[in-house]
């Protein structure tokens, strides 16, 4: 195949690191019938444009035509605005709800999804934590009294540190593939919030699977 799909297509593959339609697909959690209907009528359908938004942080509009910048730059008063805008489905047999109403409990979340991978140009909230762990740098270096006198403000950056790590596990939010060193290593004293966000995130799977296990058992002794 040649021409602008195939051009957009190679670019996609590059931006996310995929060797071909079936990892692609992976990566995006759709059809990779999807995608080949797509590349066979020469053109891309919303489903895919969306994904590729949601999951890689992709302009649709860099995606189309290779032209402004690779990455969708979006403020939250705009991903907010998505959701009035055809961009969550409706559920089956109801209206699309305009934009006043409040948003159900998926559309929050897809929100906040998007706003953590989006914001600031693709780099989202791991460009929060790399400023909060730059503040502490600067403190540190500029003001060494300040580790003496008031060593409770490494725990302050470093609480704010540990729940955007946890707000990112639990999102399943990726560190943007393009940035190199980013964010940088926590400066402050032990492991660093990350690691330890990470066994707060396995623990939490872990207690949600048990007790939805023991809620099935329960539902199916009850059923025999």
């Known amino acids: ?8 297509y190679a670019r ?18 759709i059809s990779p019938t999807l995608i080949s209907d797509s590349r066979r009528r020469g053109e891309f359908t919303p489903e895919i444009l969306l994904a590729l938004l949601e999951k890689e942080g992709l302009n649709p509009h860099w995606v189309r035509t290779g032209k402004g910048r ?25 209206s699309p709800a305009p934009p006043q109403t409040a948003l159900s409990d998926e559309q929050k979340l897809a929100c906040i999804k998007l706003l953590c991978t989006n914001f600031d140009c693709g780099r989202g909230i791991w460009k ?28 302050w950056i ?11 596990e ?22 660093g919030p990350q690691k330890c966000a990470q066994e707060w995130a396995d623990k939490l799977r872990k207690a949600i699977r048990e007790a939805e296990n023991t809620k099935e058992n329960s539902n199916g002794n009850r059923l025999s």
């Open 170 to 191: 639990i999102l399943e939010v990726k560190i943007p593939f393009w940035t190199r060193n980013f964010p940088r290593p926590w400066p402050g004293k032990g492991e």
């Open 12 to 29: 996609i593959l590059k931006a996310t690191g995929c060797d071909g339609i079936e990892d692609l697909a992976r990566r995006l959690s």
């Open 158 to 168: 470093g609480d704010t540190d540990y729940f955007l790590n946890c707000l990112a």
């Open 128 to 155: 929060q934590i790399d400023e909060n762990r730059e503040l502490i740098q600067f403190l540190f270096n500029e003001f060494p009294e300040v580790k003496k006198r008031a060593f409770f403000i490494e725990c």
């Open 1 to 8: 195949m040649e021409g602008p799909l195939f051009d957009a």
């Open 70 to 94: 690779p990455y969708f730059c979006a403020s939250s008063i705009q991903i907010a605005l998505m959701a009035g805008r055809g961009l969550f489905p409706a559920e089956e047999g109801q």
